[in-house]
């Protein structure tokens, strides 16, 4: 439930441990929950110009139909044909590389069965060659060198894609490690927020630990903990 217990087991001997990462933000959280002070912190700028970045929500499809991700809406045959008529558009418009995130390889398979509806994976195919994380580790290396290949070649003889289009889950395979440089990933489309299963037991205990504790530490509450795990990985998602 506490992770301080693996790391003064693993740092007991070191002279200094740096810790380095673009998603350790909030510091006050990772401090209570490694049970360690750190005398040297910092935060680097955002590198990125604001006039070469975009961020927006979109609140509603190409039909008006309101995308609020909640667990009755996802399994709601319009909600998905709707969010794949909204990605077909900015497939139309952003060259090479896009990545989208779900937040589980639940909705990965339904979104790949809904493709098949009203002809959307034909219209995304007209600009994009479509992509799914897969389920076995083994088979990621050669799906990402075929993504890369086709982003790479675009628009040449060989290829008549105007780029790529990924599908892939947080805290998956694609959305922690790997690095989606310039045109790799030109827009990055996260759907939803992802909390854990609030019903996994884990989860349960340790929300249930952290609410023991924080009543006598800074550890963060129950509740906090939660959002917290939410956040952290839809940040590592939009770093790619």
């Given at each position: 439930m506490s992770p301080s217990v693996a790391c003064s087991e693993a740092f007991e001997e070191c002279h200094s441990v740096i810790l380095a990462s673009g998603t350790l933000c909030p510091t006050e959280t990772l401090k209570t929950e490694l049970g360690l002070n750190?005398?040297?912190e910092m935060e680097g700028n955002q590198v990125i110009p604001d006039n070469q970045i975009f961020a927006s929500v979109i609140?509603?499809?190409p039909h008006n139909y309101p995308f609020k991700c909640t667990y009755k809406n996802m399994q709601d045959q319009t909600f998905f044909i709707e969010l794949l008529r909204t990605?077909?558009?900015?497939c139309?418009?952003?060259p090479k590389g896009v990545l989208v995130f779900v937040s589980s390889y639940r909705i990965l398979n339904d979104l790949q069965k809904f493709l098949r509806y009203e002809n959307l994976q034909i219209d995304i195919e007209k600009h994009k060659k479509i992509f799914f994380e897969p389920n076995r580790s083994r088979d990621l290396k050669q799906m990402l060198e075929e993504y890369t290949f086709t982003i790479e070649t675009a628009g040449s003889d060989i290829n008549s894609f105007?780029?790529?289009?990924?599908?892939?889950v947080f805290r998956g395979k694609v959305s922690e490690g790997i690095d989606f440089t310039d045109d790799m990933a030109r827009c990055v489309i996260c759907i939803g927020i992802p909390f854990p299963n609030f019903t996994d037991e884990l989860v349960v205990q340790k929300k249930a630990f952290n609410d023991l504790h924080s009543r006598s530490t800074k550890m963060l509450s129950g509740d906090e903990w939660y959002s917290t795990q939410a956040y952290r990985a839809l940040n590592q998602a939009l770093g790619r």
């Open positions: 750190f005398d040297f609140s509603k499809g990605i077909r558009d900015v139309k418009t952003v105007n780029g790529a289009i990924m599908f892939a």
